[in-house]
């Protein structure tokens, strides 16, 4: 019964490569989201979708490129990978016009190491 | 500039003791004000949301505070247990459709 789930849990892998987390939710949002959090614990959002449009878009490189096959999934590919984006990704799902505005709900993160 | 910013960056307290963390935003216009809790290696849990009109919000030993004209929060934790060390993340949404803006986060460390 897992509300947002990512995977994998942890990814290494060497610079260069191209890899992809994945990020499913059964709580029927129409809205998510993926943020990463560096070392120093901050996070920071880096693509919305809402109904499967990419509502925001932060300045972001553009080898990091979301994917929403439907409204329960969206998928993070990255490529060409640096040593940089060593971090923790984690993946939230939202109702967005709810009022308040939607509490948001985190999946566990991917940790991601690039050697 | 949008800002979120944090007090104190660390925080240790005793079990059983009571804390007030704190939280200054510059985002305007403004919607609503969340607190997080985010576990060691777990994603962020909401414990509090409150718009524009809410003074006040409890989550159990939890009560966050809102004061929109000095634009400042608190969160105040009663009675601490040891689950309660964490990291504490208030974060504010602008108008719909906006990102949040995102703390850095206090973290608290009950001992025993």
């Known amino acids: 019964d897992t509300a947002v789930s990512q995977t994998p849990k942890y990814l290494v892998t060497q610079m260069g490569n191209d890899k992809s987390i994945k990020c499913e939710q059964n709580l029927g949002h129409d809205t998510m989201y993926w943020y990463k959090q560096d070392s120093k614990k901050f996070l920071k959002i880096m693509f919305s979708y809402n109904n ?3 509502i925001i878009n932060e300045t972001v490189p553009n080898r990091f490129s979301p994917k929403s096959p439907d409204k329960a999934h969206l998928n993070l590919h990255i490529n060409s990978l640096e040593l940089g984006d060593s971090a923790v ?8 016009d709810r009022n308040p505005a939607g509490e948001q709900y985190f999946g566990p993160g991917t940790r991601l190491t690039v050697t | 500039k949008n800002q979120v910013e944090q007090s104190p960056q660390s925080l240790i307290i005793l079990e059983g003791k009571n804390c007030t963390l704190q939280c200054n935003y510059t985002v305007s216009p403004f919607s609503n004000l969340r607190w997080y809790k985010q576990d060691t290696g777990r994603g962020p849990v909401s414990l509090t949301i409150m718009t524009f009109s809410e003074n006040t919000k409890s ?18 934790i009663t009675a601490s247990q040891l689950s309660d060390s964490a990291s504490y993340i208030c974060v ?6 906006t990102a949040l803006i995102f703390g850095k986060g206090t973290t608290l460390s009950v001992s025993s």
């Open chain 1, 52 to 54: 499967k449009e990419l």
């Open chain 1, 89 to 96: 990704y984690f993946c939230a799902s939202s109702l967005r």
């Open chain 2, 59 to 76: 989550n159990g030993r939890y009560t966050a505070t809102l004061d929109a004209d000095t634009k400042q929060s608190s969160l105040h």
């Open chain 2, 92 to 97: 504010v949404s602008g108008q719909a459709g």
